[in-house]
């Protein structure tokens, strides 16, 4: 029972380690100097652009609890939603167990308004399938359309393997979307019962996944100089590779982790650029909504707090 309890956390530091040994070893020789240079040399317009694309991904982080919400058929105000939402994942991107450090805010938050610890439950495995799909489906294109994406990351797939895996991840969504209109009988896994929302729920959960992913990867796009840059299509499927490898890591904000795929799948920009983006994509997405989201989590603690006080009296 100890070594299960330990298991991931273990995973999670060996992981670190090993991507921050990766790291290093890939920018011998980078300076703080060069780093901060490349900082500078983002132009005002491009940092704009940046701070939009991260409005846009917590704008669509708001929708997956909506979605979820609509779902389950409850109604709960759009300003109430979006302050747990941004909450929960910007504590849940930096703690890192989104499962379960997304849960208890949200089970703190919900609970306030009705909802069952079985439909929280619920609506935190909704809200981590809508991440999913979107996913796969972006996963899913950038393999059909540009299946030499994966030869910047070595001979992990042959090009027709690439584009074989992608069309499969297609049909996998296809084949969700065809549940949602023909009604198919609900999926039992174990104690586990998933039943296929409506066609209006799908889309949506189709939609705020993948704008959710658009927008993450805008920061980082928007952040690269323009010498070497691929474009925006292959930095979105670099992300894409390097977030699925930072959450299958377990490693909190996916330290080291990130960092690593980015600089193996840009190798025609300079360390110094690639890192200089990461740093604005961190700032953005992982430091500012964590500072502001402890702000929230003490304001409404000492709400419920002074709520419960006042009812003992």
Known sequence: M??????????????????VW?????????S??????????????????????TLLAYAALAGYD?????????????????????????????????????????????????????????????CSFTFILGTITLIGLVLVLDPDIMLRFGD???????????????????????GSVMRFKPLRLGPLVIDY??????????????????????????ALPDAGNPGYFIVLGIFLMSFSAALISHVPGGLGVLELVFVMGLPD??????????LVFRLFYLILPFIMALVVVMLFERSRFRSEASEEI
């Not at 208890?104 to 308004?113: F, I």
């Not at 929302?197 to 928007?222: K, N």
């Open 197 to 222: 929302p409506s066609l209006h729920v799908t889309l949506s959960q189709l939609a705020v996944g993948v704008c959710e992913l658009l927008g993450a990867a805008g920061i980082i796009y928007f």
């Open 156 to 178: 992990l797939l042959p090009i027709t393997a690439s584009r074989a895996t992608g069309v499969l991840l297609l049909l996998l969504v296809a084949l969700y979307i065809l």
């Open 32 to 53: 703080l100097e060069k780093v901060g240079d490349s900082l500078a040399a983002i132009p005002s317009p491009h940092w704009a652009l940046a701070a939009g694309s």
């Open 22 to 30: 990766l790291l290093l070893r890939e920018l011998r020789g980078l």
């Open 66 to 126: 909506r979605v979820a919400l609509l779902h389950l058929g409850k109604r709960i105000s759009w300003w109430f939603i979006t302050i747990c939402s941004f909450t929960t994942y910007a504590l849940s991107h930096n703690i890192g167990a989104s499962v379960v450090s997304g849960g208890v805010v949200r089970y703190r938050a919900y609970s306030t308004k009705g909802l069952s610890p079985a439909e929280i439950g619920l609506l935190v495995a909704f």
């Open 269 to 278: 920009m300079a360390d110094a650029d690639v890192i200089a983006a990461l």
């Open 2 to 19: 100890k070594l299960k309890r330990y298991f991931w956390p273990m995973v999670a530091t060996a992981t670190i380690v090993l991507s």
